[in-house]
């Protein structure tokens, strides 16, 4: 199949792309990476009337990393992330991104895109929530800031409008004494599109557990920040009899979907066992 028609805009800047957002925010499609897109475009579930390139705007290939956070440009790929000499700084983010589909869709898929996508199981949400952080929108009305827990609406829907682009991913720098894991489970191995995904972090002062944080994705739910009601029992106490109680009840928290791929009974036990062995690797390495 080929895709159904539609117009082409190679924009220079993020005020010529923000402005082409704004004269048909409906019909106007922002083009990065296109990993996800492309497949779209070609299958005909997406006919939009302008295609809007940002691939050549110098601005939004910035990366930095400050004392506190790490900022990521729209145009970033995935594969440049990754090979960001500064990457393991970020905890669970520098497990997660060489796990993002395969080398070949890493060197063209951007940061950005993979979050403004919304794939509820995919990989960097549920980085950019354990992390804590947020998405900066630009629109021709100005920017602003969207937190990491508004930023995901509904699986595949953010917070963006229409005319906004996202501009820039932050995630925050992981708290001195941070240690943080992440895993997922996947049908076919490596680069295959999660069942599951989650992530832990947890500060750690003389050899203890505190502010465990716990994040699971999966289909049928946008990335889920499991309550500090849940997670409170692990401060200072990993036994076992704690782990199998917090991650029983995390998934008890979640609303997944079956699919061609799994019950959502199937993955509320995937997401019990990986919690679970999240939170043993967790105490098991504690400084």
Do not use: W
Not at 256 to 265: I, Y
């Amino acid at each position: 199949m080929h895709p159904a028609p539609f117009d082409y805009l190679a924009a220079r800047s993020v005020e010529q792309a923000c402005q082409a957002l704004s004269e048909d925010p409906g019909g106007t499609r922002v083009l990065a990476g296109g990993q996800s897109l492309l497949p779209r475009l070609v299958r005909r579930l997406e006919r939009p009337d302008r295609l809007v390139d940002i691939t050549r705007i110098a601005e939004l290939q910035a990366l930095s990393a400050t004392p506190d956070a790490l900022h990521i440009g729209a145009a970033v790929t995935q594969r440049t992330g990754e090979l960001f000499p500064r990457l393991g700084e970020f905890g669970v983010l520098a497990q997660a991104l060489p796990r993002v589909g395969k080398t070949t869709t890493r060197n063209r898929g951007t940061i950005c895109g993979s979050i403004a996508h919304a794939n509820p199981a995919a990989e960097l949400g549920v980085c950019l929530l354990a992390l804590g952080g947020e998405v900066t929108a630009v629109s021709t009305e100005g920017s602003r800031s969207i937190g990491a827990q508004e930023f995901f609406v509904a699986p595949f829907r953010t917070a963006l409008r229409t005319d906004e682009l996202a501009h820039t991913v932050t995630f925050l720098r992981p708290a001195a004494g941070t240690v943080g894991y992440f895993d997922e489970v996947t049908l076919r191995g490596a680069g295959d599109t999660p069942l599951v995904s989650a992530a832990v972090t947890s500060t750690v002062i003389d050899g203890r557990a505190g502010d465990v944080r716990i994040v699971v994705g999966g289909a049928g739910q946008v990335p889920v920040l499991v309550s500090s009601a849940i997670t409170g029992v692990l401060d200072g106490a990993l036994d076992d009899g704690a782990v199998d109680h917090v991650s029983s009840a995390a998934a008890a928290e979640l609303e997944f979907h079956g699919d061609a791929h799994g019950s959502a009974d199937h993955r509320s036990r995937l997401a019990v066992h990986i919690v679970a062995r999240l939170l043993r690797r967790l105490r098991e390495n504690l400084p």
